[in-house]
């Protein structure tokens, strides 16, 4: 559920009108819900109230924006992250550094001594080199690192083949039948503290089946590590729960996914932790756009609309689906594409397909754009950096600005030997 809804006829986001935001900031906009945030935030929470211990670190890198990590971090989240600008923001947002837990298969050697300086909870470890690494600088602060050893259980999450991770050709953790050796090598360095395993099989995942084949593949290695005497007290079990980006196509409930969690996890005895990254914040967010023209074409019209994959790239990318809808919808259907202002076929958000009615100066929007979305833009084209707006009740804030082309260009330098 959303708060994204038909008011007399325009589309709010909570109480206020998007007419109002696409005036008064303008368009191209990302709009998020905070009601959304906190709603999402609470059933993902409740599906899991179940189980006896549980951390949930939320996945910065599907929305990484500092007011919605500080409505997460109010809710109890910590965070996942991926790089030492991803835990910039997870403690500018309020967050401990003991609810962090760090991801990812290339953090460098400098990301992982700030990591450990500021004092994060985890390091998950994706090959045995890091671990060690890791346990030297950690030695050489006088400190001693959490960790966690990734696991890759060699599953197919049936999903799309650029976000899925847990199959052995993947890039992401050991593979599973090597971990209980690089455990065992690991555990016994000193600086690091072992203390579990982590596995995460890819995202926008719509079968539990292979989630949880992956998670009793882990379960059978934590019985085995702990019958060989080592200390498991926590399993990461990473993120990917699918969302509905079309109406049609419902994905399993947080509580669905909860009670599969319980039943495979009954006799582990650890800390259950959770990296929900898209199920929190995807359909709390839209993109709002203004339709430029309404281009007559061979074929069908093409709605040219002011957002390009620049700024919402997952259609471009994934060939993904984004709902669009008018703002002021006037009960008429038309049949269309709808593309960008960027100068490639590719920047085409959809074919074909039949929407509402738009003409030229209309608003619409794009659906179950929160996660992925702005965290994605670019300013490919020397177009602006699109900017984001929160909204909480009949108020809103703009939450980051439009960069624009002036400060882009402001931060390059022309050299002077071009001055000759
Ligand atoms: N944990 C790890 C280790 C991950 O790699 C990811 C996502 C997550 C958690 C969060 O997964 P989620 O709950 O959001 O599915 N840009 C792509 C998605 C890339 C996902 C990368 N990893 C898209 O727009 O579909």
């Known amino acids: 559920m959303d708060h994204f809804s038909l008011r007399d006829g325009v589309m709010h986001a909570e109480d206020v009108p998007l007419t109002r935001i696409a005036e008064e900031v303008g368009t191209p906009v990302y709009v998020y819900s905070r009601a959304t945030l906190e709603r999402h935030a609470r059933v993902f929470r409740d599906a899991l109230s179940a189980l006896p211990r549980v951390h949930i670190a939320f996945a910065i890198k599907a929305n990484p924006n500092l007011a919605v990590l500080r409505v997460l971090s109010r809710e109890g989240f910590g965070a996942d992250i991926v790089s030492v600008g991803e835990m910039k923001r997870a403690l500018a947002s309020g967050m401990a550094p003991a609810d962090i837990v760090f991801s990812g298969v290339g953090k460098t050697r400098d990301e992982l001594r700030e990591a450990l300086d500021a004092g994060i909870g985890q390091f998950n470890i994706e090959l045995e080199e890091e671990g060690v690494a890791i346990a030297e600088f950690a030695r050489a602060m006088g400190k001693t690192a959490t960790a966690v050893l990734r696991i890759n259980p060699d599953v197919d999450a049936g999903t799309h083949a650029k976000i899925s991770t847990g199959l052995k050709e993947n890039k992401f953790g050991v593979p599973i039948d090597e971990a209980p050796e690089i455990y065992t090598r690991l555990a016994a360095l000193d600086g690091l503290a072992m203390r579990g395993l982590a596995l995460h099989i890819g995202s926008q995942i719509f079968d539990l089946e292979p989630i949880e084949q992956a998670f009793a593949k882990v379960g059978g290695l934590v019985m085995q590590l702990r019958a060989a005497g080592h200390q498991i007290e926590r399993v990461d079990l990473g993120g990917g729960l699918g969302v509905p980006y079309e109406r049609d196509k419902v994905p399993p409930s947080p509580a669905i996914y909860g009670e599969m969690v319980a039943r495979v996890t009954k006799d582990w005895d650890v800390t259950l932790m959770f990296e929900p990254g898209r199920v929190i914040v995807g359909n709390a967010g839209v993109l709002l756009t203004r339709v430029i023209w309404v281009k007559p074409g061979v074929v069908r019209p093409y709605v040219i609309v002011d957002a390009a994959m620049n700024d919402l790239a997952r ?53 179950t754009a929160g996660a992925y979305g702005a965290t994605m833009a670019s300013t490919y084209n020397s177009r602006a950096l699109v900017p984001e707006v929160m909204v909480d009740g009949d108020q809103y804030a703009i939450v980051a600005e439009r960069v624009l082309p002036d400060a882009l260009i402001a931060a390059e330098h022309v050299p002077n030997f071009l001055n000759d």
């Open 315 to 367: 259609p471009a990318m994934y060939d993904a689906w984004h709902d669009f809808e008018a703002v002021e919808p006037i009960g008429e259907r038309m049949l269309a594409n709808i593309a960008g202002p960027v100068c490639e076929s590719g920047d085409t958000f959809a074919m074909g397909r039949d929407i509402d009615a738009v003409k030229a100066d209309d608003l619409a929007i794009f659906r």
